[in-house]
């Protein structure tokens, strides 16, 4: 089994979306990168304020099934509910 690489976008549709991203996000970087098997995990804004964009990697297939386990019931996930998730999941060779 191979490496699990994340990439895509964050899409925000109002500002209130925004500002929940704003508040949420920090923490939500924090305690992702300190879960075991994550490598990776970069969320940031370019030039347009209601997208960001992520790029994470986790060393294995285990390790992100847990990593959306435990998003799914923070915080952030509660929150985030309406934010629009643009992302793909690739399984890199081992």
Same mark, same amino acid.
Not at 1 to 29: F, N, W, Y
């Given at each position: 089994? $191979? %490496?699990?690489?994340?990439? $895509?976008? =964050?899409?925000?549709?109002?500002?209130?979306?925004? !500002?929940?991203?704003?508040?949420? =996000?920090? !923490? *939500?970087?924090? +305690?992702?990168?300190? /879960?075991? $098997?994550?490598?990776? #995990?970069?969320?940031?804004?370019?030039?347009?304020?209601?997208? &960001? *964009? +992520?790029? /994470?990697? #986790?060393?294995?297939?285990?390790? #992100? /099934?847990? *990593? %959306?386990?435990?998003? %799914?019931?923070?915080? &952030? $996930?509660?929150?985030?509910?309406?934010?629009?998730?643009?992302?793909?999941?690739?399984? +890199? !060779?081992?």
């Amino acid at each position: 089994m $191979g %490496k699990i690489q994340v990439t $895509g976008r =964050l899409i925000c549709t109002s500002e209130a979306d925004a !500002e929940i991203a704003r508040t949420h =996000l920090p !923490e *939500h970087i924090r +305690l992702s990168r300190a /879960e075991p $098997g994550n490598i990776r #995990f970069d969320l940031t804004q370019g030039d347009d304020p209601m997208i &960001w *964009h +992520l790029d /994470e990697l #986790f060393e294995s297939p285990q390790a #992100f /099934e847990a *990593h %959306k386990e435990r998003t %799914k019931d923070s915080a &952030w $996930g509660r929150a985030s509910a309406s934010i629009t998730r643009d992302f793909t999941v690739t399984e +890199l !060779e081992a």
